[in-house]
């Protein structure tokens, strides 16, 4: 079965109307029970005194249907199963439940199950003496010429206008008038990533690092297969398809997640989208999951021309669960501010001693780089060498420029700290850049470097959360610094060599990444850190 979260295949569609029911925010809809399989949301404030908006087809593109069910918009939406047409009696009952003398209009995308099941049960609602009407919404244009155009998520314009119309006392007639309208202005297309996941049938048809473009909402194949360009040039393709194929002077955009785009790539192409030759000429764009196609990686654009008529009838409020409503086009909000924040300025100076301490410190650490990304290979993700390599070469390209404080250790551990945040990635660079920082501050007030690094350690411990024994680089550092204060450097050579290799017997870790790790992970294996520590004290 594919990777999907479900009772049974069977239940699936019930399962999910019923639990958007159980979570909807607003309380005015209601599952039509006619003790069979039909599957019928409708609004349960409906007072059949105006005319009634049906739509529906088959499941798995919600929130459609049922998610635009509610006042402004939708009255009832008909749920077949997945990806299947719902039945000619469902359709039927749900007419009769929701029409009254006002009629009925039945909007549709342009499917041959829904064309037929619905076509049937407006015609055997008319037999009976209903006034119902029906629109086929055929909003794709990635054919051209196509005399049969799909419905895709275009769809939902055609809705919102004749909601609008409908609920502001409109007749039969002129809430049809209007959904046409709103058709003829409105063009789609969409493109995707990736498929879309079935009940026991595998997504992997697209290729890696490919897009169909053209495609519709059941996990139909596109039009055309394309290299997967860059954001700005794949909405830039798509915008210039929908100039072409319906030119718009002021437009309405609908940008619609086919399921499958996480926030942050949908974020990017909403960015692209209203800064192409489409979102220039923009004034409203609503975004978001609004007819998906189960959970394929891919999205839809939609663009319906303003006019009098079309514009009051898509900005108007509705009391629905998934409509976000129409956002006015706005240019970029930005707020041009001071920067603030500026680095601690000091003069270079030269020290020979400081300069030779400094040179082997650095050279210790870049000559074990490859050692240091291969224990951490086993006990992290492997760039703890690459990671030390990087920061030590900065401060050592800025000594031999002659570009740090020698003479001056307070500003010299400020400027060091400086320079490892700005090359070092990850945490390693801050907790690093945070011992360093607190202990040039406590070296310009007390003047002693093992007692100031003592309190820069205690600063990283307190941001960071580690301590002694948690397998860090700490159980080298935090003896060795000990053993500086109290004993000497020699001392302090020792503690660092037995803390680093303390680490290797450590079977639990609780911080950094080997927090993550099994003890047969760590055992035996030295953190990298504990033994970069002991690689710097044994260069003396």
């Not at 998610?67 to 469902?90: I, N, Q």
Request: aromatic letters at 4%.
């Amino acid at each position: 079965m594919s990777d999907l979260i479900l009772n049974t295949k069977q239940s699936f569609v019930l399962d999910s109307i019923s639990g958007s029911l159980y979570a909807a925010k607003n309380n005015n809809l209601t599952l039509l029970d006619f003790n069979n399989d039909i599957k019928v949301v409708a609004r349960s404030d409906w007072q059949k005194d105006k005319v009634a908006i049906i739509c529906g087809g088959g499941s798995g593109h919600e929130p459609a249907h049922a998610g635009f069910v509610g006042k402004g918009m939708l009255t009832a939406a008909v749920c077949g199963d997945l990806f299947a047409a719902p039945s000619v009696d469902a359709v039927l009952n749900a007419i009769l439940h929701v029409t009254g003398d006002s009629g009925c209009l039945v909007i549709i995308k342009n499917y041959t199950g829904d064309r037929l099941n619905f076509g049937l049960a407006v015609e055997k609602a008319k037999e009976m003496g209903y006034k119902v009407d029906l629109i086929v919404v055929g909003d794709d244009i990635s054919i051209p010429e196509n005399p049969q155009p799909r419905g895709i998520a275009g769809t939902l314009f055609v809705q919102k206008v004749a909601g609008f119309v409908a609920e502001s006392g409109g007749s039969l007639e002129q809430v049809k008038q209007a959904a046409m309208d709103a058709h003829e202005n409105t063009a789609s297309i969409g493109v995707a990533l990736t498929s879309c996941s079935l009940p026991g049938e595998s997504k992997d048809r697209i290729e890696l690092g490919k897009a169909e473009l053209g495609l519709g909402i059941h996990g139909e194949s596109g039009i055309e297969t394309i290299e997967l360009p860059t954001a700005n040039e794949l909405v830039a393709l798509m915008a210039n398809k929908l100039n072409q194929a319906k030119p718009t002077t002021e437009n309405a955009l609908l940008l619609n997640n086919l399921g499958g785009l996480s926030p942050i790539e949908m974020n990017v192409v909403a960015k692209a989208l209203m800064e192409s030759e489409v979102g220039q000429k923009a004034k409203f764009i609503v975004s978001g999951a609004l007819m998906t196609a189960v959970d394929m990686k891919g999205f839809s654009i939609s663009t319906i021309q303003l006019s009098e008529t079309i514009e009051p009838a898509l900005i108007a409020d509705v009391e629905t669960e998934s409509w976000p409503g129409m956002v006015a086009h706005r240019e970029l909000p930005t707020l041009v501010c001071e920067n603030r924040v500026t680095k601690k300025e000091y003069t270079a100076s030269y020290d020979e001693e400081t300069a030779l301490v400094l040179r082997k410190v650095c050279h210790s650490i870049i000559n074990i780089e490859s050692q240091l990304n291969h224990l951490d290979s086993i006990v992290g993700d492997g760039d703890t060498g690459s990671t030390f390599s990087a920061g030590a070469s900065k401060v050592l390209a800025k000594l031999e420029a002659n570009e740090l404080p020698l003479q001056d250790i307070a500003k010299l551990m400020t400027a060091i700290a400086d320079c490892l945040t700005s090359v070092m990635g990850g945490s390693s660079g801050v907790l690093l850049s945070i011992l360093f920082t607190s202990a040039g501050r406590d070296y310009d007030l007390n003047g002693s470097l093992p007692k100031a690094l003592q309190a820069g350690l205690d600063q990283m411990m307190k941001y960071g959360g580690a301590k002694p024994g948690d397998r860090t680089m700490i159980d080298a550092l935090y003896p060795a610094l000990n053993q500086w204060v109290e004993q000497g450097f020699d001392a302090a050579i020792k503690a660092a060599k037995a803390g680093a290799e303390a680490t290797a017997n450590m079977t639990n870790a609780n911080a950094g990444r080997s927090s993550y790790l099994n003890s047969d992970s760590l055992s035996g294996t030295k953190d990298p850190g504990a033994f970069a520590v002991e690689t710097v004290f044994n260069q003396f």
